[in-house]
Structures are given as C-alpha cells and as structure tokens.
C-alpha cells in the first residue's frame, strides 16, 4: 500500500503512518489516503440480451423481491432478476397474482434495486394497472420506472395489449412481453395447465409474439407451452425468448427463486430443478436454535458479553 502523505505547518514529510495515528493528527493536518478502485462491472442491459441471443449463449433469469436475496442473487452472476407479481403467491400468501398492487410491486423493486450491482432488473405490471388503458398503463409504466428504479417492465398478453405497449415505449420504458400461460388471466383459462396444445392457439401464439416483437418489445416470456412451438417462436423472432416450462429450445430460462431453492416445498410442477431444499435445512436450524434454548446452551460463554 502507497504511503500517506503529510502536510503539516508547511512541511511535506512522505512517510508512512500507522493507522491508529491518523485519527489523532490535527485539523491542520492533510492526509492522501490511497484510493481504492471499485472493481468495475460490466451491467447487463437489453442490448446485452440481443448480443447474448446473437451469440447463442443462454440468458439466465430468477426472481427476486427484497434487498437480502436480491444481493445473492446478483452477486452470484444472475442475467436478469424479474421482480414478479408471483410475490403475491411466495410473500403474501394469496391464492393467485392478482391481489398485488402497483405500490406493492413499487416497494418489492425498490428493495431489489438498492442490491443490484450488474443484472438488468425487470418489474411486473400488476392486474389492473394496464388492461384495456393504454394511458393507465403508461402511468403505471412511469409510476415504476421513477419510484423503483428498475430497468424495464413486464406485461402479460398479446395482441390486446398492443397499443399499451406500444405507448409505454414512447416514454422510453423497454417492455419485455409474456404470452402462453399468463397467470393475470387465471380466472378466463381456469386452469393452469399447459397452453398452446391446439394448433388454433399455438398459431395466435406464434402470430402474438410477432406482434410484440413488431411494438418493440425486447425480449418475450414464454411460459408453460409446448417446447417444440417455444422452439419455434424463439427461431422465428429476432427478439430473445425466455421460457418457463417452455424447453430448452429457447434464448434462456427463469424460475421463481423460493422455488429453485426448496423455500417453498408445495409446488412441484415438471418443468422446476430444485437446486438446494432450504425448507428442510431452515426446518432443521430452526429446530436446533429452539432445542439450544430450551436446554440452556445458547447463549454460551463464548456468545455473551
């Protein structure tokens, strides 16, 4: 480490100084402390996304909802971190997506903005905030854009949404697309099963993706369809398609990170990896902090002061 430089009535001395010294030198005292640089880190943005698709290399996508897991995440090299209104089902505890509110999904991507060092951070319009209102969604668009921080904005639908999108984006706001199972529409479909199966859908399918790549959406979700039409739609758009129970014939994948993880043991749908199962490991730690108090070991003589 370079020397500290003293200044001190006139007389430049270049020595070096402990430490514990510095805060005793007096007001009259100049100290040039080495500076150390931040590593510097390549931020991931849309136009990275379409290099990425170029290139062949897979986009890596999860959610995340507070400052504490948003930091891991991004620290771990995540692509892109979707603040979804799937915190309404893993956070809240609803039944469905649609109980969240703007605000809501304002306060969770604040919190995941402030941890974020590289990803690009994508934010859900919740229901209600742009259906069947171009100029309610620009609003809502704008709202999360000036509030939160994020990057981008996601919205469920095809060609109905058109002209929303298409005004979010004179505002400059990137909009990335959602087609296929689209969980805002739980109560048209009943269901959650797999979409696009008929050729009549899968065909409105395909066409809608073509729509949204037309109103300038950037990239496109793909969720719970067929792999071999998501295969098809990501060869067919220039735009990169990201899927979820959509098969490996696409530009990259996202799962909701409490499932991934194991957090959340009660969903267990085909298209899911689990990589850890924190359920059972925060189950077992939990057990054993209530165990060390209730037998007196924790705190021992080494935790007190």
């Known amino acids: 480490m370079e020397g500290r430089i003293l200044h001190l009535n006139g007389y430049n001395s270049k020595k070096r100084i402990p430490k514990t ?19 510097e880190v390549k931020k991931v943005t849309t136009n990275v ?19 504490t897991m948003a930091k891991i995440v991004d620290h771990a090299g995540i692509d892109v971190i979707l603040v979804g209104d799937s915190a309404s089902n893993v956070m809240a505890g609803h039944e469905t997506t649609l109980p969240i509110t703007l605000d809501q999904m304002i306060y969770h991507a604040s919190s995941v903005v402030r941890a974020v060092d590289r990803a690009l ?9 742009y259906q069947g209102n171009s100029k309610e969604a620009l609003n809502s668009a704008i709202k999360i ?3 939160s921080g994020a990057h981008a904005v996601k919205l469920e639908g095809g060609r109905e949404i058109k002209e929303s999108i298409e005004r979010i984006l004179t505002a400059g706001i990137p909009v990335m697309g959602h087609l296929g199972l689209t969980p805002q529409s739980i109560y048209k479909f009943g269901t959650y ?6 050729e009549d859908e899968a065909l409105r399918l395909l066409e809608d993706a073509k729509i949204l790549e037309k109103a300038g959406c950037f990239a496109l979700v793909l969720e719970k369809i067929p792999a071999k039409l998501a295969e098809k739609v990501a060869k ?3 735009i990169p398609v990201i899927g979820i129970g959509a098969g490996g014939g696409v530009d990259g994948q996202v799962l909701v990170f409490h499932d991934m993880v194991g957090l959340n043991n009660e969903f267990n749908p085909r298209f899911l990896r689990r ?31």
Do not use: W
């Not at 996304?49 to 999860?62: A, F, Q, R, T, Y």
């Not at 951070?121 to 905030?129: E, H, R, Y």
């Open 21 to 39: 010294i510095c805060s005793f030198v007096n007001h009259s005292t100049i100290i040039k402390m080495p500076v150390q640089k931040k590593k």
């Open 49 to 67: 996304l379409h290099e990425m698709k170029v290139s062949g290399e897979k986009i890596s996508m999860l959610t995340a909802y507070d400052y």
């Open 121 to 129: 951070i994508v934010v859900d319009l919740p229901f209600g905030s």
């Open 145 to 147: 854009m000036k509030e």
């Open 193 to 198: 099963n797999v979409r696009a199966k008929e």
């Open 236 to 238: 067919e758009i220039a």
């Open 275 to 305: 990589y850890l199962n924190l359920f059972e490991e925060i189950t077992g730690a939990v057990g054993n902090y209530i165990k060390d108090v209730k037998s007196k070991d924790f705190p021992n003589a080494n935790e007190q002061y």
